[in-house]
Nanobody
Framework: QVQLVESGGGLVQTGGSLRLSCAASGRTFISYRMAWFRQAPGKEREFVAAISWSDGTTYHADSVKGRFTISRDNAKNTMYLQMKSLKPEDTAVYYC?????????????????WGQGTQVTVSS
C-alpha cells in the first residue's frame, strides 16, 4: 500500500522558515516525479515544486523561486520542502504527490498518489 505522509507544518511569523517532509512508502519511486502542491481556502490546488526521484532535477513555481527549495533523500525515501522568507500568502495546506514518468508536472492531473496534507499558517 502506497503512502505519502507529510509533516512539519505549523504556525510561523512573516519572514520565518519551515521545513516540510514527505515520507514515501509502499513502492519504488525511482521512475517518479515527486511534487509539492498547496491549497489555500477557497482557491484551487496549485503547484509549488517538483523533483525527479532518479536524478534530482528540480522545478519551482515562480511564486516561490529563491525562497523555497525542494530536495530528496533517496536512502530515507523522503522528500523535503525548505521554506524561507515566508509570507502570509504562503498560508495553505501543503500536499505531497507522486507522478509516474515524464509529462507536465504543474497540474494536479496525472499524480497517482497524494498525502493527507499539512497546514502551514504564516501570520502577519
Amino acid at each position: 500500500q502506497v503512502q505519502l505522509v507529510e509533516s512539519g507544518g505549523g504556525l510561523v511569523q512573516t519572514g520565518g522558515s519551515l521545513r516540510l517532509s514527505c515520507a514515501a512508502s509502499g513502492r519504488t519511486f525511482i521512475s517518479y516525479r515527486m511534487a509539492w502542491f498547496r491549497q489555500a481556502p477557497g482557491k484551487e490546488r496549485e503547484f509549488v515544486a517538483a523533483i525527479s526521484w532518479s536524478d534530482g532535477t528540480t522545478y519551482h513555481a515562480d511564486s516561490v523561486k529563491g525562497r523555497f527549495t525542494i530536495s530528496r533523500d533517496n536512502a530515507k525515501n523522503t522528500m523535503y520542502l525548505q521554506m524561507k522568507s515566508l509570507k502570509p500568502e504562503d498560508t495553505a495546506v501543503y500536499y505531497c504527490a507522486a507522478k509516474p514518468g515524464s509529462g507536465y508536472i504543474g497540474s494536479v492531473l496525472g499524480y497517482d498518489y497524494w498525502g493527507q496534507g499539512t497546514q502551514v499558517t504564516v501570520s502577519s
